[in-house]
């Protein structure tokens, strides 16, 4: 017996030795004191002792304190969160001590490595289950796609039992539809190739810039009563920035020439009418439309120069603000987009400024270098339209080495930019940095005129400017709503269910011919037909199974005389033969 055990019987009832053959099966000892192994809290001291603690079931949370050392971490932690009472907590110690490996991978709470094993097994044959089926799914699928028919020709030789010249309609059909699928792949990896380029269009932006003035002294009526020089306050000047871009009707490139053609027709008889002279009319008339973007959508910062900041009053009444500033956000939107940029400034005469608009490029663009410019023959790109370039300037010029590709050889033009005899064309965006400087701002200069001889006209002339701007390009969101259309999907799966329709037939029509052939051949001869197919279908079987001898008849249409009498075997023959004198044999 283990000792553990007989430790563990000996405290069963140490005062008390009766004999087994005076309690009869079933009856209870009325002197022995029964305890419920499931609440922990009642466990008779007898049965499951502890070392300096009577009695064990009925601890409560003060002795708990006293003997709290004796527990281990685990446990004593789940005793002081309230997970577990005391008396358990000291039971499960006792158990562990008794029985080390029967819970050494598990706590409270948590479920026994048997139970858990058990179901980590059942989850994994599961799993391996639905792998499994999810094969035998995709091998059917597999299977049946390999039985569908994809072949959509028309079988030869149907022209000649099919009446009429359907047979030539269908296969001019054909050819139609390759060709179409030749120029649809090539119209798409176009469409492709388009999408990587950052194709830009330059378009016009027209530019007002007016000012008003208020507070002038010639702007004062002398004739009111209290007038005095000191009254009219301080003379200002407001300054009206304001563009648009020009785009018209004929710029879209899904306008019609004909949209309106009667309207101008229209007009064109009024004009010849009420004008005697036609050379004074234009001869071809464009309609403005609503701008898509606006002004601040081309530019990110703007900066007004003063020419002459010491005219200014700046004095201890005057404007401290010399200078203008406008930045764009760097989270502004195009909602956020304006098209009018106004400031106000105190003076009392005329003053010369310079507008500066920096142009707000995505992605950035650069103003190359001399060398770079007269190399690539463009004065304005970005990076990758620079790179680009250089890398067809290599391929024209031939300047890559024939062992390696990547190594480029510099000519005197490629010396000017990278300074170098050779270079790898991977290091040339990095060596390009020196040559890529920001672009210049566009300078407006303008006079804000505050004089009265200026203002007596209402209102006044304003300066105007034509800027150019990149702008995208139109095609480009076409495209992109052409290759993204949602609709486009249900029609490619129409397609393919009528070329698979399409297939369908031409198999039906191929077994239809082949029947067709076999009946008309055994009605011209049906004994010859019936003898040559029956050696046909013996031979068949004789394959089929096995049986396929030399001496087979299956095998003696090589027997002919027009076979072996032929001049190359009789030379081969005596070729052969002629060897074998020479060698002895």
């Known amino acids: 017996m283990n000792p553990q055990m007989q430790s563990y019987r000996q405290f069963a009832n140490p005062a008390q030795g009766r004999s087994p053959a005076a309690r009869r099966p079933g009856e209870c000892d009325s002197s022995t004191s029964t305890t419920s192994t499931h609440d922990?809290?009642?466990?008779?001291?007898?049965?499951?002792?502890?070392?300096?603690?009577?009695?064990?079931?009925?601890?409560?949370?003060?002795?708990?304190?006293?003997?709290?050392?004796?527990?281990?971490?685990?446990?004593?932690?789940?005793?002081?969160?309230?997970?577990?009472?005391?008396?358990?907590?000291?039971?499960?110690?006792?158990?562990?001590?008794?029985?080390?490996?029967?819970?050494?991978?598990?706590?409270?709470?948590?479920?026994?490595?048997?139970?858990?094993?058990?179901?980590?097994?059942?989850?994994?044959?599961?799993?391996?289950?639905?792998?499994?089926?999810?094969?035998?799914?995709?091998?059917?699928?597999?299977?049946?796609?390999?039985?569908?028919?994809?072949?959509?020709?028309?079988?030869?030789?149907?022209?000649?039992?099919?009446?009429?010249?359907?047979?030539?309609?269908?296969?001019?059909?054909?050819?139609?539809?390759?060709?179409?699928?030749?120029?649809?792949?090539?119209?798409?990896?176009?469409?492709?190739?388009?999408?990587?380029?950052?194709?830009?269009?330059?378009?016009?932006?027209?530019?007002?810039?007016?000012?008003?003035?208020?507070?002038?002294?010639?702007?004062?009526?002398?004739?009111?009563?209290?007038?005095?020089?000191?009254?009219?306050?301080?003379?200002?000047?407001?300054?009206?920035?304001?563009?648009?871009?020009?785009?018209?009707?004929?710029d879209d490139i899904l306008h019609s020439d004909s949209e309106g053609e009667e309207d101008r027709e229209k007009e064109d008889q009024d004009q010849e009418m009420t004008d005697d002279n036609p050379k004074s009319r234009p001869s071809k008339r464009h309609s403005l439309k609503e701008p898509s973007k606006k002004l601040t959508h081309f530019f990110k910062a703007m900066n007004v120069e003063f020419d002459n900041p010491k005219n200014l009053n700046t004095g201890p009444n005057g404007d401290p603000n010399q200078t203008v500033t406008w930045k764009k956000g760097a989270n502004a939107s195009q909602s956020g987009d304006f098209d009018t940029i106004e400031f106000e400034r105190k003076a009392d005469e005329n003053v010369n400024i310079t507008i500066c608009l920096t142009r707000d490029?995505?992605?950035?663009?650069?103003?190359?270098?001399?060398?770079?410019?007269?190399?690539?023959?463009?004065?304005?790109?970005?990076?990758?339209?620079?790179?680009?370039?250089?890398?067809?300037?290599?391929?024209?010029?031939?300047?890559?080495?024939?062992e390696e590709r990547r190594s480029i050889q510099c000519d005197d033009s490629l010396k000017r930019i990278f300074d170098t005899e050779t270079f790898f064309f991977p290091q040339a965006a990095e060596r390009l940095i020196p040559h890529l400087h920001p672009l210049p701002p566009v300078r407006l200069p303008y006079t804000i005129r505050v004089d009265q001889a200026f203002h007596a006209t209402e209102p006044p002339a304003p300066t105007v400017y034509d800027v150019r701007v990149t702008t995208e390009d139109p095609l480009r969101p076409l495209l992109f709503r052409m290759t993204q259309n949602p609709e486009h999907g249900a029609t490619l799966q129409q397609l393919r269910k009528l070329d698979d329709d399409l297939a369908v037939l031409m198999q039906a029509i191929t077994h239809h011919k082949a029947r067709h052939q076999f009946f008309t051949s055994m009605a011209k001869d049906p004994q010859k037909f019936i003898s040559k197919w029956l050696s046909s279908q013996k031979r068949d079987l004789s394959v089929l199974l096995g049986e396929l001898d030399r001496g087979d008849v299956a095998g003696m249409e090589f027997a002919g005389q027009e076979v072996w009498a032929a001049e190359s075997v009789k030379e081969a023959v005596r070729y052969r033969l002629a060897r074998a004198e020479a060698g002895g044999r």
């Open 361 to 402: 490029e995505q992605p950035e663009r650069f103003r190359l270098s001399k060398a770079l410019a007269e190399t690539l023959d463009m004065e304005e790109a970005d990076r990758a339209e620079v790179v680009m370039g250089i890398w067809d300037y290599v391929r024209a010029m031939g300047l890559q080495e024939d």
């Open 40 to 250: 922990p809290m009642n466990v008779n001291p007898d049965i499951y002792p502890s070392p300096g603690l009577q009695p064990f079931g009925g601890i409560n949370y003060e002795d708990y304190r006293d003997y709290a050392h004796s527990l281990p971490p685990h446990l004593r932690r789940l005793v002081e969160t309230g997970q577990t009472a005391p008396g358990t907590a000291f039971l499960t110690h006792y158990r562990e001590s008794l029985y080390p490996g029967l819970h050494a991978n598990s706590h409270l709470g948590q479920l026994p490595p048997a139970q858990h094993a058990a179901q980590q097994a059942q989850a994994q044959m599961m799993q391996q289950q639905a792998q499994q089926r999810n094969a035998a799914i995709e091998h059917q699928l597999a299977q049946r796609r390999a039985r569908k028919p994809t072949d959509r020709n028309i079988p030869d030789g149907l022209e000649d039992v099919v009446i009429g010249d359907g047979v030539d309609q269908y296969r001019k059909l054909r050819e139609a539809e390759k060709r179409l699928d030749h120029l649809m792949a090539r119209k798409r990896l176009e469409i492709h190739d388009n999408f990587s380029k950052n194709v830009k269009r330059q378009k016009t932006m027209r530019i007002w810039i007016s000012n008003t003035a208020s507070g002038q002294p010639w702007q004062a009526n002398p004739d009111e009563e209290g007038f005095t020089f000191d009254s009219g306050g301080d003379p200002t000047y407001r300054v009206k920035i304001q563009g648009r871009l020009l785009e018209y009707d004929d």
